[in-house]
């Protein structure tokens, strides 16, 4: 079965610090992957997907970044946070373009 | 996208049926999902719809109708545990973008 990892659960960061999220599936090969934001309140908003290793595709202009150095990892980064990055971040994973996408648990973000 | 609407809060008694309902833009849509996620907690997945009609798995259903872009989760003999958000999102074309809504938060008491 698959499994999906994402570190650390909580993170608290002072304004202008860098950031990395890490995610990691295990039990499948060549997975989508996303990473999504809940802010406090608020809907799921999708930051980055990508469909295989180097493939990124951004859906909202932000001081955040991501990559995809391996298969099953998929990596969230920032050089300097403000006070609106905090949140509930979210890595998700799915088979293919037409499959259901399934959370990790999520690392919550105080930016402060 | 899409726009997803669902009302923000539902209140419900323990034992009893209560439906969510969810509404979205026709245009491009490409089947409607449904999440549950506790509080603090990630979303897990429910059901997923593309074609008309009723999906049922154990106490709960979901249905859908493309022409009137309306979708809603049912949810059956109802627990404590139920307490949580429902969040509707929607896949639009060939792609593998979803739009969610910003949940409906049900509350079960006794």
């Known amino acids: 079965s698959q499994t999906i990892h994402q570190w650390p659960a909580t993170l608290v960061q002072p304004v202008g610090s860098p950031l990395s999220l890490e995610c990691t599936v295990e039990g499948t090969s060549n997975p989508n992957l996303y990473w999504y934001r809940q802010a406090a309140g608020r809907g799921l908003q999708l930051l980055f997907y990508?469909?295989?290793?180097?493939?990124i595709s951004s859906e909202v202009p932000q001081n955040l970044s991501a990559s995809r150095p391996q298969d099953r990892q998929f990596i969230l980064s920032s050089k300097k946070l403000l006070l609106s990055d905090s949140g509930f971040y979210l890595c998700?994973?799915?088979?293919?373009?037409?499959?259901?996408?399934?959370f990790g648990p999520g690392t919550r973000l105080t930016v402060l | 996208g899409q726009n997803i609407d669902q009302p923000t809060e539902m209140t419900a008694t323990e034992g009893a049926i209560v439906q969510i309902n969810c509404t979205y833009q026709t245009s491009g849509f490409n089947g409607l999902f449904w999440y549950q996620q506790h509080a603090g907690e990630a979303p897990t997945f429910l059901s997923y719809n593309v074609l008309d009609g009723l999906e049922e798995k154990g106490r709960f259903s979901s249905f859908l109708s493309r022409s009137k872009g309306y979708s809603y989760l049912l949810l059956k003999e109802l627990q404590m545990k139920d307490s949580a958000s429902y969040l509707c999102?929607?896949?639009?074309?060939?792609?593998?973008?979803?739009?969610f809504g910003t949940g409906t938060q049900l509350k079960v008491e006794l």
């Open positions: 990508s469909v295989g290793i180097g493939q």
């Open positions: 999102a929607g896949r639009t074309g060939g792609g593998n973008k979803l739009t």
């Open positions: 998700a994973w799915g088979f293919s373009s037409a499959d259901t996408q399934y």
